[in-house]
């Protein structure tokens, strides 16, 4: 079974700062595909990273990147440049690599302050 | 524009009555999704289909049937036999698989009266 643990149940980061979200998993395959899923007030999920688990270069999108280390099955994101927009409860999830179900951690809720 | 649509926004069900939670897409996806999500947990999967006419049960698809006799829509009803169904739901879709980008509703805030 495929777990996914996000050990940090609320943040806060000031405005234009950096702020990592930590995740572990645990699965014993070895081709799988990572996410990270932010979910704002309106309660709209957007996906906000993708990391394949054979890529050894961490996944990017703008200010948004990961640290993926495979062997310690870990799976942060980092946020740089910090916005207001930014506030949300953001989700790690692990799916396989031609799987239909798709596991979610616990969340983290992150607070952008001005 | 292509997207997901669910209704109704809320919806508050009186004990013993089935209710029904509508999921529409016009992206031409062949998997659909349903999940619960519960105050300070992740998201859970309920049921999923990956084709017309077929589908799975999830994590936690006691109290719960879905249909898919369409590729466009997969409702879900929430039984009376689902005690605690006070919970946010989503509907989310992708062109094959859960490895790929999932694009999911807005969602509905079902209630107990």
């Known amino acids: 079974a495929q777990t996914v643990t996000q050990s940090q149940p609320e943040m806060s980061v000031q405005e234009a700062e950096t702020v990592t979200l930590s995740c572990t998993y645990d699965t014993s395959e070895n081709n799988y595909y990572l996410f990270w899923y932010k979910q704002p007030p309106s309660r709209q999920m957007i996906l906000v990273i993708r990391?394949?688990?054979?890529?050894?270069q961490n996944a990017t999108e703008n200010r948004f990147s990961v640290n993926f280390q495979k062997a310690a099955k870990s799976f942060s994101l980092k946020i740089s440049d910090s916005q207001l927009g930014d506030t949300a409860m953001y989700f790690c999830a692990l799916t396989m690599e031609y799987g239909n179900k798709l596991v979610f951690g616990a969340g983290t809720i992150l607070r952008v302050k001005s | 524009d292509g997207g997901i649509t669910q209704s109704p926004k809320y919806l508050f069900r009186k004990e013993g009555q089935n209710v029904t939670l509508s999921c529409e897409q016009n992206?031409?996806?062949?998997?659909m999704y349903w999940y619960r999500q519960d105050p300070g947990q992740g998201l859970r999967l309920i049921y999923y289909s990956q084709i017309v006419n077929d589908f799975q049960k999830g994590d936690i698809a006691e109290g719960y049937s879905v249909s898919r006799e369409k590729k466009e829509s997969f409702p879900l009803t929430v039984t009376s036999a689902q005690k605690n169904p006070t919970a946010f739901y989503l509907c989310a879709s992708s062109i094959r698989a859960t490895n790929e980008k999932l694009f999911f509703g807005s969602g509905t805030q079902l209630s107990v009266l």
């Open positions: 992206l031409n996806h062949d998997a």
């Open positions: 990391q394949e688990a054979y890529k050894q």
